[in-house]
């Protein structure tokens, strides 16, 4: 979400959002259960361990939407590549779908991928958007995703608390200090909803029976070690 503009420029709203898109619905049926609902973006062994992700609560979202000031709703934008995720024109859907039955119209915009790109890079976006991205299996690589200068962070999103104990992660070398501000950065942002937080996706791959490859948790094919069985 465009974070310094309204509607979305107040946390209530943001947290309407989240409370109001069946997400594991989703991920069952769209993805057909390749998928887990997530609570933040920071993967194992640095996932927050008592984070648990937004429930599926309507009647809250309309709630805080009320309190936000917006009774009926609101209408935005949902601007999305198509074919660079699985089944992205189908999720994006299920979205505007979920939203509208808290009161909030979403008008999607499918958008080709050099167009979308750029805008997120510019940090162009008027209203919502998609985007995935790849996990790094280090906190803090992973909490880059929401600091204010990341070049794919277009939420235009600046938290000082956030801001401040990233940069003190940047600075412990503690492995087990480092674990409790990744967990603090995770809070933060499960907190503000600077997004609406949606799945990690499972990676599907088709294997010949004859190559010996495992696949790796980051998405890198790395093939020096792989073999064909006769």
Same mark, same amino acid.
């Given at each position: 979400?465009?974070?310094?503009?309204? &509607?979305?420029?107040?946390?209530?709203?943001?947290?309407?959002?989240? @409370?109001? #898109?069946?997400?594991?619905?989703?991920?069952?049926t769209?993805?057909?259960?390749?998928?887990?609902?997530?609570?933040?973006?920071a993967? &194992?062994? @640095?996932?927050?361990?008592? *984070?648990? &992700?937004?429930?599926?609560?309507?009647?809250?979202?309309? $709630?805080?939407?009320?309190?936000?000031?917006y009774? %009926?709703?609101?209408?935005t934008? *949902?601007?999305?590549? #198509?074919?660079?995720? !699985?089944?992205?024109?189908?999720?994006v859907? /299920?979205?505007?779908? %979920?939203?509208?039955?808290i009161?909030v119209?979403?008008? *999607?915009?499918?958008?080709?991928?050099s #167009?979308?790109?750029?805008?997120?890079l510019n940090?162009?976006?008027?209203?919502?958007?998609?985007?995935?991205?790849?996990?790094?299996?280090?906190?803090?690589?992973?909490?880059?995703?929401?600091q204010k200068?990341y /070049?794919?962070n /277009?939420?235009?999103?600046v938290?000082e608390?956030?801001?401040?104990?990233?940069?003190?992660?940047t600075?412990? !070398?503690?492995?087990e200090?480092?674990?409790q501000?990744? @967990?603090?950065?995770?809070e933060i942002?499960?907190?503000? $909803? &600077?997004?609406?937080? *949606?799945?990690?996706?499972?990676d599907?791959?088709?294997?010949?029976?004859?190559?010996?490859?495992?696949?790796?948790?980051?998405?890198?094919?790395?093939? @020096?070690?792989?073999? #064909?069985?006769n």
């Amino acid at each position: 979400m465009p974070t310094d503009t309204a &509607p979305f420029n107040d946390v209530r709203v943001r947290q309407a959002l989240n @409370y109001g #898109v069946d997400v594991q619905l989703i991920a069952d049926t769209i993805l057909g259960g390749y998928g887990r609902r997530m609570a933040g973006f920071a993967n &194992p062994p @640095y996932e927050h361990p008592d *984070l648990e &992700p937004y429930p599926y609560d309507p009647e809250r979202a309309r $709630a805080l939407l009320a309190e936000a000031g917006y009774p %009926d709703g609101f209408s935005t934008v *949902l601007e999305h590549p #198509v074919g660079r995720y !699985m089944m992205d024109a189908d999720v994006v859907q /299920a979205i505007a779908a %979920d939203l509208a039955k808290i009161g909030v119209q979403v008008e *999607l915009r499918p958008l080709d991928s050099s #167009v979308w790109l750029d805008k997120i890079l510019n940090r162009q976006f008027e209203g919502l958007y998609l985007l995935g991205e790849s996990g790094y299996f280090e906190g803090q690589q992973d909490m880059t995703d929401l600091q204010k200068d990341y /070049a794919w962070n /277009a939420t235009r999103w600046v938290n000082e608390e956030y801001e401040n104990t990233f940069a003190a992660l940047t600075r412990e !070398m503690d492995r087990e200090a480092r674990r409790q501000l990744v @967990y603090r950065l995770q809070e933060i942002a499960y907190q503000q $909803a &600077p997004q609406i937080f *949606l799945y990690k996706q499972f990676d599907i791959y088709g294997v010949s029976e004859r190559l010996d490859w495992r696949a790796r948790p980051d998405e890198k094919f790395i093939l @020096y070690d792989a073999s #064909v069985r006769n």
